[in-house]
């Protein structure tokens, strides 16, 4: 019971070690497993998932893997259980024909963090092969003569397994002239040999049929025979022997097949058929044998198939040489192969990333590599390098495992793909070469906002357009991709005379067509400031703004407007401009004055004299618009002339208005009176009653004959006032003249100053429309220029100058205030 016990203990203790040991590995990032040969396809390895602490999914989504260094695939992961199962029957004499200990190497790659894990597995035998020999049937050949203990070396049994199912022992039965002998080599192998027991009689028994049996360990044992006949010769008395007990070659992997490695020689002292020497393989692998060719005649081994370092580096060979009288020698030959450069590196690439974002990280992993080199030496040894011109390095990882990661930040805009060559040169003379090439594609951040072509916009429109015209397209380029790159427009916000800016403009979102919505007109609307933002789809979006002046070009779409003489005096004689009969030449008669709302060349405006009643008596200035006396009047010129002032701009095509003056030739107020009179009966229309029409110009001549009247008092009023001033105080030297008479004509709707003083006096018709009118380019020449003393100045032009006020004229501030009496 106790001991029973300590069992159950004991096997706990090495369970918990073992799980112990299992968590130390992997923490390390190692895996060991043992799983015996010949274990069917799928069979189970290990659980990877459980002892690594791996989702499931992850294996589902085939982002983790199982890799191989070698060839061949042994192992894989199982996608639903995490599993490591085998991936084929693996036979561990095939791989591992003389070691020992047969262990397998792979690596689980974990895509996604592009981390990797060792696993070891060992392959344990199983006792799947039986002791064979390369010769079923042995002739061996005796003299009679053979003294007894006399000892033949016999061909061994081989057996590829490996531990206790290996070769253990050989079992010698039929004839009880033999006996079996065993002798243990240097190796720990054991060598049969046969030793007579007793002395041979030809003339008793010329044959002798032995079979040799050899055992292995194995439960159960497995065994292998081969049958051995003897036959009795006549003395013999020399045996073969070999000049030297062992041989030893170095040969270069790359020698050519056919070559002759080594030559073994044998003599023999006897003549005859007893000197004739054969030589054949004692001891040899199934391997050897397919590689080296032992001629029977001239004993030299030559080379039947290329040699390779990496499958087997020396081979031993014992060769015997026999005489025709079953005399022999053996002697070993043990040929060494040297490593020549005849593998360039191997570059596996067991995890790497196809597409990786530009905002990445230095550091980042790339992609994780494998890189063996199946030569040994200077040879194997590998050095990795990478391209110096790009944004990554490489970084030596666990063993022979190298990883790809940024060197420093990437830019999709400069390089949006990679083509990462990795080169792997070994140490060997001439050095080999490969290279593995990584595709890496750049993924696009948004980090680009949109960028105008141009720092600002201008454009022209012509006014009157028609609503929804095309005035400009700004575009604006985004160095991203994708949707990153897709760029919209958009108006910022504003406000035109009080109305939103997109009343007036739009912009198309997708091609940034700036297109105006309604018609625009440039007397109300000269130049639009606007701004248009271009914002691109990524997320966060990036926006940039540009400004744009759209100026209204003027087009001649107003014509000159009249404002002097106005509209209403369009009709005849509605309104009269006053010229005396002596003016001279160049007199100023009147002024037409226009504007033109247009502007430029548009709101350019001449004047021409096109009607007028006596052709050569007026003209007008083609800039002032002035209109003067082109010579002076004379007797037999009518009294009264229309003249038709054309106004004109200077647009294409150029627009128009006219302007029409009436004019009066009057020397003195009765004949002014007179000829508007006439001009009042004239316009009367036919069978209508004059007598309103007469009544109002009598009271408009009685008013008119009132305020000058008063007008008469108040200046002698002053007059008098300034007689009784000077006598109280000296007389000024520099006495003010007064202002002449016929300067003045106190009668309202006729000029109360004529030709250089800017208000006018039109009398209508009809009293209620009559108006006065001042011109403020003309106010400044209010009062004349004295005259000189010794030149009086009349009150009323050529009338009486008995009537003239006598002495000096009022100073004149007097003279001011006198006629803003008059204006009032």
Same mark, same amino acid.
């Given at each position: 019971?106790?001991?029973?016990?300590?069992?159950?203990?004991?096997?706990?203790?090495?369970?918990?070690?073992?799980?112990?040991?299992?968590?130390?590995?992997?923490?390390?990032?190692?895996?060991?497993?043992?799983?015996?040969?010949?274990?069917?396809?799928?069979?189970?390895?290990?659980?990877?998932?459980?002892?690594?602490?791996?989702?499931?999914?992850?294996?589902?989504?085939?982002?983790?893997?199982?890799?191989?260094?070698?060839?061949?695939?042994?192992?894989?992961?199982?996608?639903?259980?995490?599993?490591?199962?085998?991936?084929?029957?693996?036979?561990?004499?095939?791989? !591992?024909?003389?070691?020992?200990? !047969?262990?397998?190497? !792979?690596?689980?790659?974990?895509?996604?963090?592009?981390?990797?894990?060792? @696993?070891?597995?060992?392959?344990?035998?199983?006792?799947? +092969? #039986?002791?064979?020999?390369?010769?079923?049937?042995?002739?061996?050949?005796?003299?009679?003569?053979?003294?007894?203990?006399?000892?033949?070396?016999?061909?061994?049994?081989?057996?590829?397994?490996?531990?206790?199912?290996?070769?253990?022992?050989?079992?010698?039965?039929?004839?009880?002239h033999f006996s079996l002998a065993v002798q243990a080599g240097p190796g720990g192998d054991q060598r049969p040999e046969l030793v007579l027991a007793k002395a041979l009689d030809r003339e008793e028994a010329a044959f002798h049929e032995l079979v040799l049996r050899a055992m292995d360990g194995g439960d159960p044992a497995r065994t292998g025979t081969a049958r051995i006949r003897v036959t009795v010769l006549d003395a013999n008395d020399n045996a073969p022997v070999f000049s030297q007990a062992e041989y030893t070659v170095r040969v270069p992997e790359d020698v050519p097949v056919g070559s002759v490695l080594v030559t073994v020689t044998a003599t023999d002292a006897d003549q005859g058929l007893n000197g004739q020497l054969k030589?054949?393989?004692?001891?040899?692998?199934?391997?050897?044998?397919?590689?080296?060719?032992?001629? #029977?005649?001239?004993?030299?081994?030559?080379?039947?198939?290329?040699?390779?370092?990496?499958?087997?580096?020396?081979?031993?060979?014992?060769?015997?040489?026999?005489?025709?009288?079953?005399?022999?020698?053996?002697?070993?030959?043990?040929?060494?192969?040297?490593?020549?450069?005849?593998?360039?590196?191997?570059?596996?690439?067991?995890?790497?990333?196809?597409?990786?974002?530009?905002?990445?990280?230095?550091?980042?992993?790339?992609?994780?590599?494998?890189?063996?080199?199946?030569?040994?030496?200077?040879?194997?040894?590998?050095?990795?390098? @990478?391209?110096?011109?790009?944004?990554?390095?490489?970084?030596?990882?666990?063993?022979?495992?190298?990883?790809?990661?940024?060197?420093?930040?990437?830019?999709?805009?400069?390089?949006?793909?990679? +083509?990462?060559?990795?080169?792997? #040169?070994?140490?060997?003379?001439?050095?080999?070469?490969?290279?593995?090439?990584?595709?890496?594609?750049?993924?696009?951040?948004?980090?680009?906002?949109?960028?105008?072509?141009?720092?600002?916009?201008?454009?022209?429109?012509?006014? +009157?357009?028609?609503?929804?015209?095309?005035?400009l397209t700004v575009r604006a380029t985004d160095a991203d991709w994708g949707q990153n790159a897709r760029v919209r427009y958009r108006l910022a916000e504003g406000r035109v005379r009080g109305a939103p800016l997109s009343s007036y403009v739009s912009v198309q979102a997708e091609t940034g067509a700036l297109y105006a919505l309604r018609s625009l007109d440039y007397e109300q609307l000269r130049e639009l400031q606007l701004c248009v933002r271009a914002e691109d789809g990524g997320a966060p979006a990036l926006s940039s703004n540009v400004s744009v002046r759209l100026q209204i070009v003027d087009e001649n779409d107003n014509a000159p407007q009249v404002l002097y003489p106005p509209a209403a005096a369009a009709a005849a004689w509605?309104?009269?401009?006053?010229?005396?009969?002596?003016?001279?030449?160049?007199?100023?008669?009147?002024?037409?004055?226009?504007?033109?709302?247009?502007?430029?060349?548009?709101?350019?405006?001449?004047?021409?004299?096109?009607?007028?009643?006596?052709?050569?008596?007026?003209?007008?200035?083609?800039?002032?618009?002035?209109?003067?006396?082109?010579?002076?009047?004379?007797?037999?010129?009518?009294?009264?002339?229309?003249?038709?002032? &054309?106004?004109?701009?200077?647009?294409?095509?150029?627009?128009?208005?006219?302007?029409?003056?009436?004019?009066?030739?009057?020397?003195?107020?009765?004949?002014?009176?007179?000829?508007?009179?006439? #001009?009042?009966?004239?316009?009367?229309?036919?069978?209508?009653?004059?007598?309103?029409?007469?009544?109002?110009?009598?009271?408009?001549?009685?008013?008119?004959?009132?305020?000058?009247?008063?007008?008469?008092?108040? &200046?002698?009023? &002053?007059?008098?006032?300034?007689?009784?001033?000077?006598?109280?105080?000296?007389?000024?030297?520099?006495?003010?003249?007064?202002?002449?008479?016929?300067?003045?004509?106190?009668?309202?709707?006729?000029?109360?100053?004529?030709?250089?003083?800017?208000?006018?006096?039109?009398?209508?018709?009809?009293?209620?429309?009559?108006?006065?009118?001042?011109?403020?380019?003309?106010?400044?020449?209010?009062?004349?220029?004295?005259?000189?003393?010794?030149?009086?100045?009349?009150?009323?032009?050529?009338?009486?100058?008995?009537?003239? @006020?006598?002495?000096?004229?009022?100073?004149?501030?007097?003279?001011?205030?006198?006629?803003?009496?008059?204006?009032?």
């Amino acid at each position: 019971m106790c001991a029973a016990g300590r069992r159950w203990g004991r096997r706990q203790r090495a369970l918990l070690w073992a799980v112990l040991l299992a968590a130390w590995e992997a923490a390390w990032g190692q895996l060991r497993y043992s799983v015996p040969e010949e274990m069917p396809k799928g069979s189970f390895v290990g659980d990877v998932a459980k002892d690594l602490g791996l989702q499931l999914p992850e294996i589902r989504d085939h982002s983790i893997h199982i890799t191989e260094r070698g060839r061949n695939q042994y192992f894989s992961l199982h996608g639903k259980t995490g599993h490591l199962v085998t991936a084929e029957r693996i036979d561990r004499e095939q791989l !591992c024909e003389d070691v020992q200990q !047969c262990v397998l190497h !792979c690596e689980l790659v974990v895509e996604g963090e592009i981390k990797f894990y060792e @696993i070891e597995v060992e392959i344990t035998d199983i006792n799947d +092969n #039986a002791p064979s020999f390369r010769e079923e049937e042995i002739e061996l050949r005796m003299s009679e003569m053979t003294a007894p203990g006399a000892r033949f070396p016999l061909v061994r049994a081989y057996d590829p397994d490996s531990g206790r199912n290996s070769l253990q022992s050989y079992e010698l039965s039929g004839d009880e002239h033999f006996s079996l002998a065993v002798q243990a080599g240097p190796g720990g192998d054991q060598r049969p040999e046969l030793v007579l027991a007793k002395a041979l009689d030809r003339e008793e028994a010329a044959f002798h049929e032995l079979v040799l049996r050899a055992m292995d360990g194995g439960d159960p044992a497995r065994t292998g025979t081969a049958r051995i006949r003897v036959t009795v010769l006549d003395a013999n008395d020399n045996a073969p022997v070999f000049s030297q007990a062992e041989y030893t070659v170095r040969v270069p992997e790359d020698v050519p097949v056919g070559s002759v490695l080594v030559t073994v020689t044998a003599t023999d002292a006897d003549q005859g058929l007893n000197g004739q020497l054969k030589y054949s393989y004692q001891i040899v692998s199934v391997k050897a044998s397919e590689i080296f060719r032992l001629d #029977a005649e001239t004993g030299a081994i030559s080379l039947t198939r290329n040699l390779d370092f990496e499958e087997g580096t020396s081979y031993e060979l014992e060769v015997q040489a026999h005489d025709g009288g079953a005399l022999y020698d053996a002697a070993k030959v043990v040929i060494t192969v040297t490593d020549v450069n005849d593998n360039a590196p191997e570059i596996s690439v067991r995890s790497v990333l196809s597409e990786i974002s530009e905002d990445s990280p230095s550091g980042t992993v790339v992609a994780l590599l494998h890189v063996n080199d199946r030569d040994s030496g200077a040879n194997g040894e590998v050095r990795c390098s @990478i391209d110096k011109d790009i944004p990554f390095r490489l970084q030596s990882s666990h063993g022979s495992y190298y990883r790809v990661v940024t060197a420093r930040e990437l830019d999709r805009e400069q390089v949006s793909e990679y +083509n990462v060559t990795v080169r792997a #040169a070994d140490g060997g003379s001439p050095s080999l070469q490969s290279s593995a090439v990584l595709a890496l594609r750049v993924l696009d951040v948004n980090d680009n906002a949109p960028v105008f072509l141009e720092e600002r916009y201008s454009a022209r429109l012509a006014e +009157n357009n028609a609503a929804g015209a095309l005035v400009l397209t700004v575009r604006a380029t985004d160095a991203d991709w994708g949707q990153n790159a897709r760029v919209r427009y958009r108006l910022a916000e504003g406000r035109v005379r009080g109305a939103p800016l997109s009343s007036y403009v739009s912009v198309q979102a997708e091609t940034g067509a700036l297109y105006a919505l309604r018609s625009l007109d440039y007397e109300q609307l000269r130049e639009l400031q606007l701004c248009v933002r271009a914002e691109d789809g990524g997320a966060p979006a990036l926006s940039s703004n540009v400004s744009v002046r759209l100026q209204i070009v003027d087009e001649n779409d107003n014509a000159p407007q009249v404002l002097y003489p106005p509209a209403a005096a369009a009709a005849a004689w509605s309104g009269v401009e006053l010229a005396p009969r002596r003016s001279e030449a160049g007199a100023l008669v009147a002024k037409v004055v226009a504007v033109d709302a247009d502007a430029g060349q548009n709101a350019w405006l001449s004047y021409e004299l096109a009607k007028a009643t006596e052709p050569g008596l007026f003209r007008v200035g083609p800039h002032s618009g002035e209109v003067r006396t082109a010579r002076s009047p004379l007797a037999r010129d009518a009294a009264r002339h229309s003249l038709v002032v &054309l106004v004109r701009d200077h647009g294409r095509p150029a627009l128009s208005a006219t302007a029409t003056l009436s004019v009066v030739l009057a020397e003195s107020v009765a004949e002014l009176l007179a000829e508007l009179g006439s #001009a009042a009966h004239e316009a009367a229309a036919p069978g209508e009653p004059a007598a309103s029409l007469t009544r109002w110009l009598v009271l408009a001549v009685a008013a008119v004959s009132c305020l000058f009247v008063a007008f008469l008092l108040l &200046l002698l009023a &002053l007059r008098l006032r300034r007689c009784h001033r000077q006598q109280l105080l000296p007389p000024d030297s520099g006495a003010s003249r007064g202002v002449p008479v016929s300067h003045f004509v106190g009668i309202d709707g006729v000029r109360a100053f004529l030709q250089s003083y800017a208000h006018d006096v039109s009398l209508t018709a009809d009293s209620r429309k009559s108006h006065l009118r001042f011109s403020a380019a003309s106010c400044c020449d209010t009062l004349p220029a004295r005259p000189p003393p010794d030149e009086p100045a009349p009150l009323l032009g050529d009338e009486d100058p008995a009537g003239a @006020i006598p002495s000096d004229p009022a100073p004149p501030s007097r003279m001011n205030d006198l006629l803003e009496v008059v204006i009032l």
